[in-house]
């Protein structure tokens, strides 16, 4: 399928950077909220289980890995 | 036969997209699959990646494949209802082809960790999937379908999914991503010929297909046996390939063949260009095979009649077996006592059928339960 070159430009810019200066709204008020501590651990953990704002780690699919 | 779209599993992962991005400008990428719920830790998407979902989207060649609901848990949780809501919101971003999940429960303690696991095959747990497909069906309104699993405990267990798979979508007339490379781990797992373990699923839900790498991994059991793994980090062996020219042919229903693969795998240019070829390769098959068989009937896999749904069915005795399953799954430390473990639970003499379980297949299910149960890091 055809692609604009604009938007080919601007995935090549991203992924170069990992630039996410720019946001969608699509999740900001999902209800499946990442918890600061998981299920699994201790009362006195101190870990923050959650992504930062802003963050480049663009969680991938786990899915795809399983098996 | 409809037109066939070879197409890439497409997250936003810098590797990934590295790798994908000339065959996006060389306009050979048909379609794309994303797996719409593994972004619930970003708050911030870029906006190209937005356009991009939007633009496939747009052409009817953005499909949909969840990753996280656990169509087969005991109890029916919060997070459930929530991942229903979101896929509803998703829904009304994007255009999607058809939704996907997959089969079986996820061991882990928490919602976006664990693996899933495959479940007895019985009236009840066939009654669950059924209701719980028929909601994620209201949530997206479109096309709804499962992916065959690739882990099984058994033979038998083997044997029996595609027939399951077909009751379970026959109320919303679903319809079946068949992995070929979860196939290609049984065949290896269990000895099965390929042709055999084909005529025991319904060809004709196939809608998709999904072809991968995988990975081998060394049996503490039995020193000389290797044990096939659905990895996603290596590049798809031949005879996937093959596999993906005997099958297509006999898909009179077939819309979308997808590449996946991690970007765990695509850190060097070797590997992505590795995974440019296999796409090429896949293309190239797919093209080669597109020929219509005769007497072929449409079919949309829209449901043609649904009941109304009443507050979600659960089954509180599985909860309780599976939450056993887990913990020694992740816990045991080793075969024997996960073995002696499993004997002294409520699944011992129960539809699990635990008595026969493969046991180089029960050490596979610690090893992926136990990979998994931190999520994904």
Redesign the interface.
């Known amino acids: 399928?055809?692609?604009?070159k604009s938007?080919?430009q601007?995935?090549?810019?991203?992924?170069t950077i990992?630039?996410?200066t720019?946001?969608?709204s699509?999740?900001?008020n999902?209800?499946?909220?990442?918890?600061l501590h998981?299920?699994?651990c201790a009362e006195d953990c101190q870990l923050d289980h959650?992504?930062s704002?802003?963050?480049t780690?663009?969680?991938?699919?786990?899915?795809?890995?399983?098996? | 036969m409809p037109k066939i779209y070879s197409s890439i599993a497409c997250n936003l992962d810098n590797h990934l997209l590295s790798a994908a991005l000339p065959l996006f400008a060389e306009e050979s990428v048909e379609a794309i699959e994303w797996s719409f719920d593994t972004l619930y830790k970003q708050r911030n998407i870029p906006d190209w990646f937005i356009e991009l979902l939007t633009a496939f989207g747009q052409e009817n060649r953005l499909v949909g494949h969840g990753v996280y609901f656990s169509l087969f848990s005991g109890k029916w949780t919060p997070e459930q209802e929530a991942w229903l809501q979101q896929l509803e919101k998703v829904s009304g971003h994007f255009q999607f082809d058809h939704i996907s999940e997959h089969f079986g429960f996820m061991t882990g303690a928490n919602f976006h960790a664990g693996a899933p696991i495959g479940i007895p095959f019985t009236r009840r747990t066939l009654q669950l999937g059924q209701d719980r497909l028929q909601r994620i069906f209201q949530a997206c309104r479109c096309p709804v379908g499962l992916e065959n699993l690739a882990f099984a405990y058994s033979l038998d267990e083997v044997k029996a999914h595609g027939q399951f798979l077909d009751e379970l979508l026959e109320p919303v007339n679903g319809f079946i991503i068949l992995d070929l490379h979860n196939l290609y781990c049984q065949l290896q797992n269990f000895t099965i010929p390929f042709e055999a373990l084909l005529e025991l699923y319904p060809l004709h839900r196939v809608r998709e297909i999904h072809i991968s790498g995988g990975s081998w991994e060394d049996s503490a059991l039995h020193p000389r046996q290797k044990i096939r793994r659905d990895t996603h980090d290596d590049a798809v062996p031949d005879e996937v390939f093959q596999m993906l020219s005997a099958v297509v042919p006999r898909c009179p229903h077939l819309k979308f063949v997808v590449l996946e693969q991690l970007g765990i795998g695509l850190h060097t240019p070797a590997s992505q260009e590795a995974f440019r070829e296999d796409f090429r390769k896949l293309k190239r098959t797919v093209q080669s095979l597109s020929t219509p068989p005769p007497e072929t009937v449409a079919n949309d896999f829209l449901p043609k009649e649904l009941c109304p749904l009443g507050p979600a069915p659960e089954d509180l005795s599985l909860h309780r077996q599976q939450q056993q399953l887990s913990r020694i799954l992740e816990t045991a430390p080793d075969l024997s006592a996960a073995r002696e473990e499993l004997q002294s639970s409520d699944l011992a003499g129960s539809a699990w059928k635990v008595e026969e379980w493969e046991p180089a297949m029960l050490e596979t299910a610690m090893q992926i339960a136990q990979k998994w149960k931190n999520g994904f890091a």
Request: hydrophobic share 35%; glycine share 10%.
């Open positions: 399928m055809k692609l604009s938007l080919l601007a995935i090549a810019l991203g992924v990992s630039a996410t720019t946001s969608c699509l999740f900001e999902s209800d499946v909220k990442p918890n998981d299920k699994t959650r992504n704002e802003g963050s780690d663009w969680s991938n699919c786990p899915g795809c890995g399983m098996g």
